[in-house]
């Protein structure tokens, strides 16, 4: 009696699993569908599961229409989410490792007031920082998209967190060989802690890409657009052309989703050991 | 600069020189993070006490005017009730929803990595996308839309989701937009919390006869994840004061942004970088948002006894 009971439990359970996975999968179809649609299939008031054409052609006529600047800001996501992750990467992590294993008076110091801006909202600097972007002549450039946005509280916390739990037997015999600080640092550590390099790396690549606010408020130049800013301009603009758009915003998560799947358990060691939960 | 730099070298490679080390490793960070979030904070704090339209280097001191106008101001305390109400839908459903999903994912046998990938996938997806599938094919109000769709399989009237601010059916919208996007990622957290209890207490409460379902999750795992409880609720509250994305990309349009539901960043960017350029009323407003943030998270990690000695390791 008792299994009976377990067991039609465990069959609920799972049908419910799979209706609430059919219901998370519906936006990512209805991106598809709309963006392989006419736009009488998208704004017909029969909605239909399937659209009643499969029109390729829309990327074509998305990458050919003069008045998005798709091509330019996907090259300018592209440039922005890369630099950006290698130069946190780079910078949160040699912070990292002196943070956890240079014994200096002040390091305590100096991680408390790094923790402490993890308290401050980036968004809620956003007003001050627009100002120093601008004073420094750094509106709709590159530089201004991504150098305010490289330093990172949460990467070099997690690194530093990280390298604190490594073992110091290695980093011991390379000192032993004569390695001052630094080589022992790219020779030793970075080729034994890649995990964590590739947890923060994704994590950090998907927070630029997907980024908003920043871009907003930076890139007013169209050149400077990046595919978040560009779609948005174009959701709210006078007259849409819905398939465009759909296609524009299926295109936009596509290297996303190939980095995010492919990543995905690196996310998921990352936050296992990021110490967020401890 | 020749006589200092093999004597800098020297210096780096002698054996006593740890201070000068931890500079080289930590300094660019430092020194980054000195420039782009303290020296934007001090500016903040300057830029609040003087009229500042248009203008970085304002001359015109005028005290605390900015910020009794922004405290009198009905759109500011309007923004904040708007947070108040996001934060009292959105915490406890994702909350709800995503330990849900990390339970009943963890006791799976079978497909456990399909369907956290599946409730994890959102994630990947910008609020810019989210915004945009729901405002122009879920809750469309004109004509065609999904919900309006299934709602008329059932005889419902055609309902306008977004401009209707009577009843705001615009919440419906906005939570799910998050829901959507967030539920997988905390799910994660609660899995690896999950994880992290050890088998034995379980064990140990079969064999006191505690029954497998709700007495087992009220006394064995709901205590046990209680650190990540708070890590997720504290960081559901900070991430939902943050919220600007989605507001801006479901309700603003060719037209402006409506003047309901403006949570606190969209009512700054537009005092702020719009029309006005009142940069020293929007510092003032964002001087009080953090004060705000600040308050509501210590008083909020005090509650649940955080940073407490006896809490460590838990």
New interface residues.
Partial sequence: MHDAWVRVGRALRLVLLIALALLFLVPFYLLVRNGLASEEDITSPDWTFFPSTLRFSNVTELFRDSTVPMARSLLNSALIAVLTTLGTLLIASLAGYGLARIPYRYANHVFYAILATLMVPAAVTFVPSFVLVSSLGWVSTLRGLIVPTLFSAFACFVFRQYFLGFPRELEDAARVDGLGYWRTYWRVVVPNTRPVFAAVGTIVFIGAWNSFLWPLVIGQDREAWTVQVALSSFSTSQVIRLHELFVAAAVSILPLLVVFLFFQRWIVAGVERSGIDD | MSGRGPGLARR??GPQN??L??????G???L??L???????G??VY?SFFDAHNT?SPTDFVGFDNYTSMLKNDAFTDSLWTFAVFTAFIVPTTFVLSLS?AL??N??RRAQAF????????????????????????FNGV????AN?VLGWFGADQTAWLSTTDPPWYWLVIVTVRL?LQA?FYM??F???L?RISPTLYEAAAVDGAR??WQVLRHITLPQLR??SV??AL?LV?NA??A??EF??LL???RGYPPYARPP?VY??YT??GQGQN?GL??AG?VL??LI??VV?VGQARWFGLGRGDEK?A
């Fill in positions: 780096l490679a740890r201070n080390w931890f500079w080289v490793f930590v660019p960070f430092a980054g993070l420039v782009f979030t303290y020296v934007p904070l500016w903040s830029l970085v999903l009943m994912v006791r799976l369907f956290r990938s599946v409730f994890f996938l959102p994630a990947a997806c910008s609020y810019v996308v989210a915004a945009l599938i729901w405002k122009m094919s879920i004509r065609f839309g999904l769709t959507w997988g994660v957290l899995l690896a919390g994880q497998p379902g650190a990540t890590a997720v960081l900070i004061f943050q600007f994305d801006y990309n603003s349009d060719a960043l700054l960017y702020a970088l940069l929007g510092s964002a948002l953090a943030i600040a998270t390791g």
